[in-house]
Every structure is written in C-alpha cells, then in structure tokens.
C-alpha cells in the first residue's frame, strides 16, 4: 500500500485541525510551516474558537470545509483525537492523516494505547494512511511542503531520502545537512513518531520507487517486519544506497529505545548480518551518516579498494592509516615505479613517497602546486582507486588558492577523492570552495577515511551482484 503515501507528500487540500494563533502551540508552528514556505496548495485551519490563522480562513470543524480535503494534520489533545479521525473518515475523501498528538502508546499506560489501537481500527476501515503519532510527518523539497514543527532548515533540493522514528534525530540529519560548509541538499523527510501504521517499510518502498530519491537515510528503534524489510532493501540497494543507523545494540540502548516509543529493538546481532546481506550500510552515528552521505551525493564510486593517503601532515595521515588498517578490505593503493619517480619530481626533497606503500607524505613543506601535482599524480595511477587528500595548510599558504587548485586538479577524475583540510575558521572558506567544487570535505581525517571504507564497501556489495558499478 505504499503508493497511497504520495498523499502526505503531494496532497490536494490539507487541514489542520488544532490549529492555533498561540506561537507556543505546535498548531500555529504547523500552519506557519506550511503558509511561510514554499508550498502553494489549499491549508484549512481548524478551531472552532478563531476566524482567521495566519491569513487563512479558519473552520470550526473538519467537517464544515467544503473543499476536498486529502491530507488531515492533528495537533490536538489525545483524548480528541479518535473523535477527529472518525470525522477524517466520514469525510470519504481523506486518504492520510499525520497525528503530531503525543500520549498514546509511547506512554505504557493501558488506556493511552488503547486509544491508539482504536484510531487505528478507524482509520483502516476508511482506508487511511496514519503516520504516528507523536510524530511531526514530512517535508517535500519539490512541492515545498512542510508538516512539521522542526527547527526551520532551508529546503535545498537534493536526491536524499530521510525517515526516522525519532523527531529529534531526524531534525538533527536535516540540520546538520543543513550546516555543511555547502548545504547537502535532501528530497523527502519522513518522521513515523510510534509508527502505529507507517512505518520504515513503508517507507523504504516509496523511497525506492520515488525517481527523485537518489540515497536513502534511516534511523531506526525497531524494524518490526524484518523479513519484508530485507526484501525490499535486497530490491532497492542496487540502485540505491541504503543507510541505516539502526539503535540498539546494547541492552542499555534496547531499554532506551523501548522508552522512547515503545519499540522493541531486537537482537542486534541479526540486524548487522541482514543489513550486510542486502548491501544497507550500517552507520556508527549522525557524524558517519551525514559524511557519507555527502560522499555518495558528491563523488564517484571507487572501482576497487585500493586507497592511496596523500597527507601534507604526519598527525592527519597517521590516524586515516589507523582507521583504514582496521578494515582488512582496504588495500593500500600500488604506486608504479614510473608513478614514484614522478611524484619524487613534484614534491619537495624531504617527502616521504610510499612508506608505505599507497601512502605518501608530502610534509608541512609543501606548497599549493606540490598538493595539486601531488593529486594529479596519483589519480592517473592504475593502481588507485581512490584518494583521501590530507593538509593543514600554513599560514604562509592560503587555504583557499589551495582549495582552487586542488578543485581544479580533481575536475576530471572519475574516482573519488575525499579531503580534510584542518582545521576550524582557518579553513572554513576553503572548504567551501571545495564543496561547490563537488569534492567532500571533512572535519577530521579519521571522518575522511571511515567515509572511503564506506564507499568501497558499497562498490564491493554492487560488484558482488555482477553489475556496473557507478562511475
């Protein structure tokens, strides 16, 4: 029943019941949302004790709006809302409902979940979608549509897909997308709140099917039917990469997730191997979520695993060689002869080119042309598949001309080059130039490589199904 979500997403009439002229109520951040950004379709505020919200006509009940409605935003009391979604039914023409109302099963109290079993046993009778609730819906980039009462984000256009059962963790990938030295841009963002109909699966279908969704984002407390999810993930990741930051893995963290919403979170041991099997990449947290992301959003695919470091510092290269050490699918990239040779023309004398092998530090003597040289040189070897490009730029030497130059290095390169320049204001300007270059940049060098790893496991999992792999 996937195909009936595009009623959250692109609706014809929404209505808002509770709506509110109190800044403090999320009923007036709701209409707010949708009337102050982009979205141009028919919004129906509902209170039966005001007029006019925010420029709309308001109504005193779903009922008394003449016009079709298909999308319903309940920001209520509890205790109103089954009464609302008998309404939303009788109505004949509401096909989704987002119930932002919190107090229902999220609180372990017999009553309270009752009464979400029974706007659930309503809805479905009327053949109704439900996100939640406690939950706070979704936000369209294409139609400029926003449910929510998140903090207010710009709705750059991008090809990532966000569902998450949490408000606060999926308001968090959406900011700190949002605070990229260039703004990562996103398609659809989904929050499922209890998930009492729609939940990751349902999702994770219309996401797949959505041509405008390029790489899809999840954060999960439980994936309740797990045998379908991998289904369709093993359906899905071919064509698109599937990451997953799935809580959990400890029993501390099951009980936390049960707390939150009720979810069980299952044994973690599962999930990992599942996830593997169908190529979803499982993410250490928002920090490895939103890096790769970024990579995959930005740059190539490598071909192989072979990932040569080049540093202009010890410290930086130092700590990419540990993280990418501690993955025995990454290789060191091979260096021809010819390559070294060339390199040891282009670099200054006291370098230090492949000891080891693959990596190359060119010192804190380097200048702007022996980093770009430097870069060049290496993308033309066979024997690398990708790089991961590391500076600390002096102050004799502008972070971004540095930045320019490396951009225009890497402009034609068909393989994937990940960089770090450290650290702070000092080169924030330059990571920007790099970024609209379409060249990722990263906070630390440890974040660059653990990104790379992630790349090459998505190459090798594509590889593993026999086809082409992204270029």
């Known amino acids: 029943m996937e195909e009936t979500l595009e009623h959250f997403y692109n609706p014809d009439g929404i209505a808002v019941v509770g709506a509110s002229q109190n800044p403090s109520k999320a009923g007036y951040q709701v209409v707010r949302n949708l009337t102050q950004r ?15 919200i925010d420029g709309l006509k308001c109504y ?19 205790a109103q809302v089954v009464g609302i979604m008998q309404e939303a039914a009788d ?10 109302s919190a107090g229902f099963s999220e609180t372990k109290v017999p009553e309270n979940a009752a009464m979400e079993k029974k706007l659930l046993e309503i809805a479905r009778g009327a053949k109704i979608r439900v996100l939640g609730p406690n939950c706070t819906g979704v936000i369209d980039t294409a139609t400029g549509l926003d449910t929510t009462i998140e903090p207010t984000v710009a709705q750059n256009r991008g090809g990532i897909s966000v569902f998450s059962q949490s ?65 369709a993930a093993q359906r899905i990741s071919p064509q698109k990469a599937i990451l997953v930051l799935k809580v959990g893995r400890t029993e501390l963290g099951i009980k936390a997730a049960y707390s939150h919403t009720g979810s ?23 920090e490895d979520m939103i890096d790769t992301a970024k990579a995959l959003e930005m740059q190539p695919l490598p071909k192989g695993n072979r990932i040569c470091i080049l540093t202009e510092a010890g410290g930086p290269g130092s700590m990419a060689m540990d993280e990418i050490g501690a993955f025995p699918m990454i290789k060191l990239a091979e260096i021809s002869a010819a390559g070294q040779q060339r390199l040891k023309e282009v670099v200054p004398p006291i370098s230090l080119i ?11 003597a380097a200048m702007e042309e022996h980093h770009t040289e430097a870069l060049k040189c290496v993308l033309a070897e ?41 650290a702070g204001k000092w080169v924030r300007e330059a990571r920007k130039i790099l970024e609209e270059a379409r060249l990722p940049t990263f906070d630390t060098a440890d974040r660059a ?23």
């Open 60 to 78: 005193p009940s779903l009922s008394s709006i003449e016009n079709h409605v298909s999308l319903v935003l309940i920001t209520t009391p509890a």
């Open 264 to 286: 069980l979170a299952g044994v973690d041991q599962v999930y990992e191997a599942a996830f593997r099997k169908v190529g979803a990449l499982r993410m250490a947290g928002l």
């Open 449 to 471: 490589a653990r990104t790379m790893i992630n790349l090459v496991k998505r190459q090798q999992y594509l590889s593993s199904l026999g086809g082409e792999v992204r270029i």
């Open 38 to 52: 982009d979205y141009h379709g028919a919004v129906y505020p509902v209170n039966p004790g005001a007029d006019n």
């Open 382 to 422: 066979d024997g690398v598949d990708g790089v991961i490009l590391l500076s600390v730029p002096p102050t004799f030497l502008s972070p971004e001309s540095l930045a320019r130059s490396l951009a225009l290095a890497a402009r034609d390169s068909k393989k994937p080059v990940l960089t770090c320049l450290l």
């Open 354 to 364: 492949c000891q080891p092998m693959g990596y190359i530090d060119i010192t804190a």
């Open 167 to 231: 408000g606060a963790l999926g308001a968090s990938i959406l900011c700190f997308m949002d605070d990229q030295p260039t703004p990562l841009g996103f398609n659809k963002w989904t929050h499922s709140g209890n998930t009492c109909d729609i939940d990751v699966l349902d999702a994770l279908n219309y996401y797949g099917n959505d041509p405008s969704t390029k790489n899809i984002l999840i954060y999960s407390e439980a994936i309740n039917k797990g045998r379908e999810f991998i289904e």
């Open 91 to 100: 109505r004949g023409d509401v096909k989704a409902v987002v119930v932002l």
